[in-house]
């Protein structure tokens, strides 16, 4: 049997194996960083509430609670206003 340049017989068919491997590999790695980012943008911190952060900013101790009270006013929580 002929060598043709130091490949096996099955050499086309090879080539052929060794390409669907390589896609099917970066493919996977494709869609896993798609899927990785839509589950990281459904839990961003911008889908809760104003009153919700503000209530987590208090509770961290990152403002006191005159300006908890004034910021919750603005919002419009407790004047009535929007």
């Known amino acids: 049997m002929d060598m043709m340049n130091g490949m096996a017989p099955m ?5 052929v194996l060794m390409i669907l491997v390589w896609a099917l590999v970066i493919g996977g790695v494709v869609w896993l960083v798609r899927w990785v980012a839509r589950r990281r943008s459904a839990s961003r911190p911008g889908d809760e509430s104003p009153e919700s952060t503000l209530k987590k900013r208090y ?3 990152e403002i006191d609670r ?9 919002l419009g929580r407790g004047t009535g206003s929007p």
């Open 59 to 61: 509770a961290n101790g």
């Open 66 to 74: 005159a300006t908890y009270q004034r910021m919750l006013e603005d």
């Open 11 to 15: 050499g086309p068919a090879m080539i």
